[in-house]
């Protein structure tokens, strides 16, 4: 073969090598390789973030009531009026705020809620579902502590004073004669005779509406000879809060017993005689 022949020849071996046509001899191309099928990434609930939402809003909730049950606890309560005992002042169903936080500092003149010291009420206990109602409310503070056993009377003297009606109409303190402008209308002071001495750590309670009280006067018989123990004090009555149109604050009392001295001597407590026995 002449060297023309042999250059023609590989000039057609690489003008075939480079168009891609395959030479005797050369290995087959592989197939294009398939990408692999992707599924769409799966959506993600934020679980965390409303377990969080119920996490704060029962959190929000425990701290609401924590709260009011400190509140109603220790600072201040309401209660419902029960009876016409404390008529004109207070009437059947009004609601009054008691404060919680000073009282073991009541003064002559207050109006105070306490607990049955002994004797003075007689009080069917709830049973069944109504009696694990009441004590669900009561552990929650929507209810107050011993409901049921609540009485509300009016301070006329405190340890050491010397509390004497002439049954009457006329009611002395410290030998102070008591004007008391808080009564009922067309009420005097007592017309049951008493003369007792108020032990230290104890007081001696009345109704305003004196003709309609089973205060006091009446339980002498009974435990603490019907003085009531400062243990037993609730708190002291401050505002009529419903209904509204009876909003009033009870800041009459103390002005009544201004001009009253102070005690004298501290006796423990004993049965008094008179027509309070």
């Known amino acids: 073969m002449s060297l023309s022949q042999d250059a023609d020849h590989e000039s057609r071996d690489q003008q075939a090598s480079e168009g891609g046509v395959q030479q005797p001899g050369d290995e087959p191309p592989l197939p294009p390789s398939i990408p692999p099928r992707r599924s769409p990434a799966p959506v993600i609930v934020p679980v965390r973030r409303r377990s969080s939402r119920a ?34 002042t207070l009437s059947v169903g009004d609601q009054v705020a008691v404060t919680m936080y000073d009282s ?11 607990t049955d010291p002994g004797g003075w009420l007689d009080v069917t206990e709830p049973t069944g579902l109504r009696r ?46 008591v004007e008391e402008t808080y009564l009922r209308d067309g009420e005097l002071a007592s017309l049951t005779a008493f003369d007792v001495t108020v032990p230290e750590g104890y007081v001696w309670v009345m109704g305003d ?7 006091s006067r009446y339980h002498q018989d009974k435990e603490h000879a019907g003085f009531v123990p400062q243990s037993s ?13 009876r ?30 026995q």
């Open 104 to 114: 073991g500092q009541v003064e002559r003149g207050d109006v105070i809620v306490f």
């Open 247 to 276: 909003w009033e604050v009870l800041d009459e009392g103390r002005t009544v017993f201004a001009d009253v001295p102070g005690h004298s001597r501290s006796p423990q407590p004993t049965a008094a005689s008179g027509d309070g």
């Open 55 to 88: 996490v704060a809003c029962l959190g929000l909730i425990v701290t609401v009531l924590l709260v009011t049950a400190l509140f109603k606890t220790f600072v201040l309560q309401t209660y419902t009026i029960p009876s016409a005992s404390m008529e004109d």
């Open 209 to 215: 509406n004196r003709s309609n009280s089973a205060d």
């Open 132 to 177: 694990v109602l009441q004590e669900a409310l009561v552990a929650l503070r929507l209810l107050p502590q011993d409901t049921g056993h609540h009485l509300i009377k009016r301070v006329i003297g405190v340890g050491g004073d010397h509390v004497v009606s002439d049954g009457q109409g006329v009611l002395s303190v410290n030998g102070t004669v």
């Open 233 to 245: 004090i609730v708190g002291v009555a401050r505002y009529v809060i419903w209904p509204l149109d």
